[in-house]
């Protein structure tokens, strides 16, 4: 055997393994984008089977055109830690792809069964009460357990849990969009536009609403030191994803009453609780951000007016509004970078302290590299 005369591998075997490793993972991500193109496409096919051609074109145009303004508000809330933009895509893209495919087959076939065994009204109303709340809300939970499990440097809390659920949630939508107003367009009259003011207005949250509590439950898993809590909460938030989604398909079949009354005392305090759970998550990623960069501030990295513009979102705003004003875009997207670097620096140092990141010397260098990105970049930014 050859004596490598250490505990270390030879340079030469270290690049070749992360060459492989780097092989591997992009022959994944590859495979992976090409399974979500052919979910996709069957997807469509199977909609534009029961809507034709025409259809399925209006429904895709009027469900794709408040998608963006929907993303924005989304991301708007996101206002220390900026999730990746790759992961952002990931759940989004899920929803619309792998999702829809999953829920439009399963639950397809459930109505079939039903229909074929009882009756066609008892197939459908199953399918739409009892199969889509449990098979739309597992589908749509398997992508946000799969970044909590392999990313958790990217899944801070329960802020992070709502952005990732609304991303999914709205790709979801979007493509369930396609179905509901292709057949508007089909029946004519004013079908479509009503039904886009009922889903594209009155309730275009509706589905981030729903995966928003698997969100929250994986969000406060990942929060919190409590292993009972830990395991209880993600399954307790797909259980609550499930029945809230079970009471909004409900509502639908009982009529304008039934639907008014779900949606005024049911959906609209759920939704105003999700606010609130975001002021908080707010407030605690605040606190994160104050508590750990406070050293640096002592060490004059930061002024202490700096400092206090960092750990509240008015205070960055701000800073970004005067840079934008005062120096242009090169300044103002100096600035944002400013800002989430040093968030990123705040959530590495709270990972760490609480063990999630075990290698001492990564995370040293890894912290270093914040710190002096950040230096430079204030050196750019100067009196902004």
Same mark, same amino acid.
């Given at each position: ?198 889903? %594209?207005?009155?309730?275009? &949250?509706?589905?981030?609403? #729903?995966?928003? *509590?698997?969100? /929250?439950? !994986? @969000?406060?898993? +990942? ?30 079949? %009982?009529?304008?009453?039934? &639907?008014?009354?779900?949606? #005024?005392?049911? *959906?609209?305090? /759920?939704? !105003? @609780?999700?606010? +609130? ?49 005062? @120096? ?57």
């Amino acid at each position: 055997m050859q004596n490598y005369g250490g505990a270390y591998p030879p340079q030469g075997y270290a690049m070749m393994t992360r060459a492989n490793s780097q092989a591997l993972k992009w022959t994944l991500i590859s495979l992976g984008i090409l399974l979500a193109l052919l979910a996709g496409a069957v997807t469509l096919y199977i909609i534009g089977y029961a809507t034709g051609a025409t259809g399925l074109a209006v429904g895709m145009l009027f469900a794709t055109l408040p998608v963006p303004i929907y993303i924005l508000l989304i991301l708007w809330i996101d206002r220390y830690e900026s999730e990746p933009v790759w992961m952002l895509a990931t759940a989004f893209f899920w929803g619309a792809t792998f999702a829809a495919f999953i829920s439009i087959i399963i639950n397809s076939l459930v109505g079939q069964l039903l229909a074929e065994a009882i009756d066609p009204y008892t197939g459908r109303y199953y399918a739409m009460i009892l199969s889509a709340p449990v098979v739309e809300e597992f589908s749509k939970a398997l992508v946000l357990f799969a970044l909590f499990w392999w990313k958790k440097d990217e899944f801070d809390g329960i802020l992070d849990g709502i952005v990732y659920a609304g991303m999914v949630g709205l790709g979801f939508a979007m493509t369930e969009n396609f179905k509901y107003y292709g057949e508007a367009a089909v029946m004519g009259g004013n079908t479509l536009s009503g039904l886009f003011i009922l889903r %594209g207005t009155i309730s275009p &949250f509706a589905h981030p609403l #729903f995966t928003s *509590m698997t969100g /929250i439950g !994986l @969000g406060w898993a +990942i929060q919190t030191h409590n292993k009972a809590v830990k395991g209880i909460m993600p399954v307790l938030g797909l259980f609550a994803a499930m029945l809230l989604h079970f009471f909004w398909n409900r509502s639908a079949l %009982g009529g304008p009453v039934a &639907f008014f009354v779900v949606y #005024f005392l049911v *959906m609209f305090p /759920i939704f !105003l @609780g999700a606010i +609130i759970a975001i002021v908080f998550a707010l407030r605690r990623e605040g606190r994160i951000v104050s508590y750990h960069l406070w050293n640096d501030c002592q060490r004059g990295l930061f002024t202490p007016h700096e400092y206090y513009r960092l750990c509240t979102v008015r205070g960055r705003m701000g800073a970004s509004y005067r840079a934008l004003t005062g @120096g242009g875009l090169r300044l103002w997207r100096a600035r944002m970078r400013y800002n989430q670097l040093a968030s990123e620096l705040a959530f590495h140092r709270s990972r760490v302290h609480r063990g999630l990141i075990t290698d001492p010397r990564a995370a040293h260098e890894r912290e270093m590299a914040f710190v002096n990105h950040l230096a430079e970049l204030r050196r750019q930014l100067g009196p902004f």
